[in-house]
């Protein structure tokens, strides 16, 4: 018998498998009422889970923080994930594993009571700011709203608490730009929504080390140019410094490395994508052919379409 | 024809009636994976909604603040409200309005484009904390987490970034208390999982000004203090200050007034509630027979139990 595959995407729900439009979770679920939830996407490229260790590993982590049981193991964990892809059959896609804190037992609000809620779903890989804005360039500007400080919120814990990101976001839209870097409380870059940020001086490029996530796609720029001998810092960027650089990308799974060409009312680099941005760019895309970092999905031989 | 009334609980989802266990959202609604959404709820007394004009006033602020729609009028909500309480025949109950970003179309990011949802339900009234809780007093710790500072995300528009408080919570589980108070990054006492806080020192009561939510059980004991004669300031209260009160209460919709018999490892009141807090808690239930205060619900005469 030949399983049909689901090409629009498909999701995993506490064993059942549903359709993108049927995947749901309960509104009493803490995991909505609470954000009381962690997360990790990973991305697939031609067919191959790229730094799958690295997300498991960063999931696998939140949830233990969190006091989170997952109910299965990282290899069960893996199995999943490409299960969904499988039954999808794409070969570029996204694939998130979610973990809601779940239901509180009725009458109860005691957290230790709840059973936790795994869900993993794979859909269609889809560029952050559209194909045009990855090759010429983003506008983004800095809003009024600073990033919530890690004194609140472990952001190495990769969570949904996004509404200082989405207000952001909403700022970018009134002031016509793209997207926003939101500063941190202490007046330092951080991070905007879905990315981290680079700022390029020279050939030097600075990264920030607090109250951002750790990214998977920030790691995999790192470790690039430690490889290939680029100068990269990681540390604060104030915001007079962020104002001054030559260069600003942002990376993010869903899109890899992106340049921006405009901050507030300043264009960078005559605004086209400069020469470090362009080519870190091009060595991230050149790692998704590097076995070190990929997990070929098995898919199925004989499916139907 | 008679409705079947549902005691357990209802939800209107969409324009569609489902018991609280049908009850979902997409896993895809950017009130999930972004926590973008806003929500109020309103307590039913006795089969009267308490202070219903104030909640839906807050919501109505929250939802445009955030540039939601809610697709109804103000006049349209709370009949809605009221239908939900009516098909549970509940006369005490929790009644919720919850509006969510909403799904993105395929392919976007675009939080232009995203229909916003509006959620209504109605569920048994529960006690914070449990009954005994609630006549002998809470135990409450300060732990390590600081709330989300109001640069971050604005406190007065009701959210679910909840992540702090819920740490808090799994904190004071681990130190052996009921719950947890939480100061804010300068300092200052804000609020805990779903309550304001007030400090007693001899007869006059002090809140926190900033940082927190404005709650509606709050301003009811704002109110009836400014009628009784009973001083109260709004202001900042530094830990090392809060840390001397002779009393300590919690306001919450889901519990009232709601006293705290130790701080850590100091004991309030030889631990048990001391007079200015017992004084203030009969005095919020008295207010629950001010007709200024009531919106009695319509309910079925006839409806099949």
Redesign the interface.
Known sequence: MTLKLAPGGI?W?DGEWKT??E??????D????????T?DVVHVWDGAFFRLGHHLDRFLRSTAI??MDIGRTREELAELLAECVRRTGLRRAYVAM?CT?GRPAP???D??LCRNRL?A?AL?F?W??GDKAQKEGMSAIVPQ?????P???DPT?K?????????G??EA?ERGADTAILLG?DGNVTEGPGFNVFAVYGDRIVTPDRGVLEGITRSAVIDICRERGIPLEIGPIPEARFREADEIFLSSTAGGVMPVVRLDDRILFNGVPGPVTSRVRDLYWQRHADPRDLTPVAYLAEAAE
């Open positions: 999701a729900i993108l439009d995947a749901s979770i309960s509104i009493l803490l995991g909505f009422t609470r954000s009381d939830v997360y969190l006091k979610v804190r009458g109860s609000r957290l230790r869900i779903y269609p889809v952050i700011g709203f600073r990033r919530i400080p004194e609140s919120v814990v969570n949904y608490h996004w509404l200082d990101l989405e207000r976001q909403l839209y409380t």
